[in-house]
């Protein structure tokens, strides 16, 4: 078994919660926190809800706690409490669905930010084929996602089979021919997933998939199997393809979002939590230690008995971070994380700024002052809608009223913009002079995503060449960040174009690539065809790559000779009205970011004027998800 699975509370730790004891009722939470963030987030498959369901589980454990007979059977008891707050949130998903039918699609859509497949391949540091059994996960059949995750668990040893065998409400012999059943499903698709990765690719299987919308399901797992079993080329792909078993034995729980360790108590913090460091005790005295940031504002401290007896005095939205927003609404008073904590301070050395040119990046302001406290912002209303941002007066509070889940700023720095509440940022290797030890040690503080070289085929952006890219791909994938490719300025599907040649000489010399980046500016300003255009061109990027993708820059603008054109300000809004609907449907659309934040007399496609003077485009993209 895992360390990980024997840092579970032992039997008198769970007596003690039991019997009243507050730290030990923390101690307990925090240290059954990984395994539950496991099985929910694996059954969900990433949903935005993933926190919710964290929350609701250790509620009714903190709520039921002093009911349980046998404390020795605490393991066994929180996985079968885990699974039936899955099975009760399915039950209201389907029920919502069935109400809202062709209304609210955004139900099905998973959390970009927490996708279990992509997260167990970058945070485990998966390669080869374990990365390929990960993403054969996604291919299952929805009723097998709660069996995947207690599977999961059970043989990288965490889990005992009578413990799924309870959870679930089987007996273990019904339970090993479901699993066999599953594992015939993942195993197929492993042949799939292998198939459609290869290059050269078969060009029966391009026939196959030409009607395929790109998102992974049973249906066309069983459609693209046959193919497979059937097709002399893709058959031998998987000839070398290991048991399952082998492949999963002795793994670790995927560690816990970041921003969650850091508010762990340290007794009970398992070392998949990335070793957390204990706060203070929320029933202790002054001499627990300082105050945690932004509880004086809170109202006060909130222990776990108050949430368990329905008493809550506020929840905190929900973060980037994921479930550790969850967590410390349940274990200590509500706490509101400091602004982007792993960054450097604004003491480190400035990265190197975009450069202005006529028609993109525009340089950040040297007269902005960076704010000491992040400014109080609305509800963010969707981790996938994110924005590029350039130093403005007031940049920081009109980020923040712009309700963007994230932003950068083409560099690894933000330096006099402050990170609202409940967003995120994500650094930029914006060009070849970046790749320096100092700009790539700040962009793995800032993880766990990267985007790089911006516009590398354009003279007045990155300008490089596809060899000088690969030749210093290396040292990206040495900071363990989630890579997104360098992003092109347009021809991200064309054969032979820059991004095309730099995929495929990535995958000769076996580079990881985990997302597609493109830009995208529509030169007509009819809003339908604007946003039809969009779509096929993200579909054929899709088709070609089959990888995730972010939009990272994307607005209606008309470069021509002259200087750029711009539609009126009721059209682009419109567009944006009806483009980010539109990619809120593309499940390969993993995150997108308009351009930009300010709006200028030069820069006619920003959202806001100043820090609170939002653009029509502006209060268009603030309503938009």
């Known amino acids: 078994m895992s360390s990980a699975g024997r840092a579970l509370p032992d039997v008198g730790l769970v ?67 885990t699974i039936r707050q899955v099975r009760d949130w399915e039950t209201r998903r389907r029920v919502a669905l069935n109400r809202d039918a062709g209304l609210d699609a955004i139900h099905n859509v998973p959390d970009p930010a927490s996708d279990f497949a992509g997260m167990t391949i970058l945070r485990l540091g998966l390669t080869d084929q374990r ?35 309870d959870a679930l409400g089987l007996s273990p012999g019904h339970v090993a021919v479901r699993i066999h059943r599953m594992k015939e499903q993942i195993q197929s698709a492993r042949g799939v997933v292998r198939a459609l990765r290869a290059r050269p690719g078969c060009p029966d299987l391009g026939a196959v998939t030409a009607e395929w919308d790109g998102t992974p399901s049973s249906l066309w797992r069983k459609r693209l199997a046959r193919h497979v079993r059937d097709c002399a080329f893709c058959g031998r792909l998987g000839t070398t393809l290991l ?197 790539l040690a700040r962009a793995k503080a800032a993880g766990p995503y990267l985007l790089t070289f911006n516009e590398p085929d354009m003279p007045e952006q990155a300008n490089m060449t596809v060899e000088q890219a690969l030749d210093l791909w290396p040292q990206l994938m040495a900071t363990g960040s989630k890579l997104g490719s360098p992003a092109v300025a347009w021809g991200g599907p064309d054969p032979q174009g820059w991004l095309d040649r730099f995929m495929t000489g990535a995958q000769a010399r076996g580079h990881r690539v985990d997302f597609i980046t493109v830009h995208w500016f529509g030169a007509d300003f009819t809003t339908a065809t604007a946003v039809a255009q969009l779509r096929q061109y993200l579909q054929a990027v899709y088709q070609r790559y089959r990888k995730p993708i972010w939009l990272t820059e994307f607005a209606l603008i008309r470069f021509a000779g002259g200087g750029p054109q711009f539609p009126s300000q009721q059209q682009q809004a419109a567009f944006l009205t009806a483009a980010t609907a539109m990619l809120g449907q593309l499940p390969y659309l993993q995150r997108y970011a308009w351009f930009g934040l300010p709006a200028t007399d030069k820069d006619r496609s920003g959202l806001f004027s100043d820090g609170s003077q939002a653009t029509v485009v502006g209060r268009a993209f603030q309503a938009a998800r």
Do not use: C
Not at 142 to 159: A, F, N, R, V, Y
């Open 243 to 439: 048991p399952i078993d082998r492949l999963l034995a002795g793994m670790p729980l995927l560690p816990l979002p970041a921003g969650l360790g850091a508010h762990l108590p340290n007794a009970a913090a398992p070392a998949a939590a990335a070793q957390a460091v204990a706060p203070p005790s929320p029933t202790a005295g002054p001499a627990a230690g300082p105050t945690p940031p932004g509880a004086a504002d809170a109202g006060g401290g909130q222990s776990v008995v108050d949430l368990a007896m329905n008493r809550p005095r506020g929840l905190v939205p929900s973060l980037a971070a994921g479930v550790a927003a969850a967590v410390l609404a349940i274990t200590m008073a509500v706490v509101i994380l400091p602004d982007d904590p792993a960054a450097p301070s604004w003491a480190a050395p400035p990265s190197a700024a975009p450069t202005a040119v006529a028609t993109r990046s525009v340089a950040p302001s040297p007269s902005a002052r960076p704010s000491s406290k992040a400014p109080v912002a609305p509800a963010v209303s969707s981790a996938r809608k994110g924005v590029g941002v350039w130093n403005f007066a007031g940049a920081s509070q009109a980020l923040a009223n712009s309700k963007a889940g994230w932003y950068y700023t083409w560099g690894t720095q933000h330096p006099g913009i402050s990170t609202p509440r409940g967003a995120t940022f994500v650094p930029m290797i914006r060009s070849a002079e970046n790749v320096t030890a100092a700009e």
């Open 15 to 81: 007596v003690a919660a039991r019997q009243g004891d507050q730290r030990a009722l923390d101690d307990v939470v925090a240290a059954s926190l990984p395994l539950v963030y496991n099985i929910v987030g694996r059954a969900l498959r990433g949903h935005a809800d993933v926190d919710d369901v964290v929350q609701e589980t250790l509620v009714r454990v903190i709520r039921y706690l002093p009911a349980l007979n046998d404390p020795a059977a605490y393991r066994s008891w929180l996985v079968a409490i």
């Open 131 to 165: 990365r390929e059994v990960a993403e054969a996960t996604r291919w299952l059949d929805p009723d097998d996602q709660e069996l995947l995750s207690l599977w999961w668990l059970e043989e990288t040893g965490e889990i005992a089979r009578n413990e799924v065998a």
